[in-house]
Antibody
Framework: QLQLQESGPGLVKPSETLSLTCTVS??????????WGWVRQPPGKGLEYIAS???????YYNPSLKSRVTISVDTSKKQFSLKLSSVTATDTAVYYC????????WGRGTLVTVSS | EIVLTQSPGTLSLSPGERATLSCRAS??????LAWYHQKPGQAPRLLIY???SRATGIPDTFSGSGSGTDFTLTISRLEPEDFAVYYC?????????FGGGTKVEIK
């Protein structure tokens, strides 16, 4: 069955770029009806949508983060990625990758802490 | 951006009781409304999509209703595993947005 797995550094310094990858296993990333997205959750808080992409590279971004976010897809590796630049402590969160709209499949999440 | 307001913030109930959760949108989202629950340390899980359709594997104790701006999630009989935080999400327009959540706790 299809599974998603986030990977990337758990600690990022302020002003640097956070980079995460989501690997899709057990199925295809190229099904045209699906979007693949990133959602984050600061400790003890609610969910925040970051960005979405489909297999052909069509993208959507949260306007509040758009100036700092890049989402990309590599269908050959069955991966999609997130880059968030100029991070501050407020970007500390659990970052989830997910499939669809709405999100019917989620990764387990990865905690990224922004600290020097 | 569409703002989703969930109420109440916390619902204190006993196992076996009925839970009614509300989600109100700042503008119409038609029926493009989903519900999730999230247990501590876990990713959210999709419960309801299209305002009223149950996701795969979700028991019929969960039901959703509403359209436009007012939506309701009902849990007809709370099981111990249902005590969690519940979020609504609209996917009618970008950016996708989530409500602030309702915590269903054991009374």
């Amino acid at each position: 069955q299809l599974q998603l797995q986030e990977s990337g550094p758990g600690l990022v310094k302020p002003s640097e770029t956070l980079s995460l990858t989501c690997t899709v296993s057990g199925g295809s990333i190229s099904r045209s009806s699906y979007y693949w997205g990133w959602v984050r959750q600061p400790p003890g808080k609610g969910l925040e949508y970051i960005a979405s992409i489909n297999y052909s590279g069509s993208t959507y971004y949260n306007p509040s983060l758009k100036s700092r976010v890049t989402i990309s897809v590599d269908t050959s590796k069955k991966q999609f990625s997130l880059k968030l630049s100029s991070v501050t402590a407020t970007d500390t969160a659990v970052y989830y990758c997910a499939r669809g709209s709405p999100y019917d499949l989620w990764g387990r999440g990865t905690l990224v802490t922004v600290s020097s | 951006e569409i703002v989703l307001t969930q109420s109440p913030g916390t619902l204190s109930l006993s196992p076996g009781e009925r839970a009614t959760l509300s989600c109100r949108a700042s503008q119409s989202v038609s029926t493009s409304l989903a519900w999730y629950h999230q247990k501590p340390g876990q990713a959210p899980r999709l419960l309801i999509y299209g305002a009223s359709s149950r996701a795969t594997g979700i028991p019929d104790t969960f039901s959703g209703s509403g359209s436009g701006t007012d939506f309701t999630l009902t849990i007809s009989r709370l099981e111990p595993e249902d005590f969690a935080v519940y979020y609504c999400q609209q996917y009618d327009s970008s950016p996708l947005t989530f409500g602030g959540g309702t915590k269903v706790e054991i009374k």
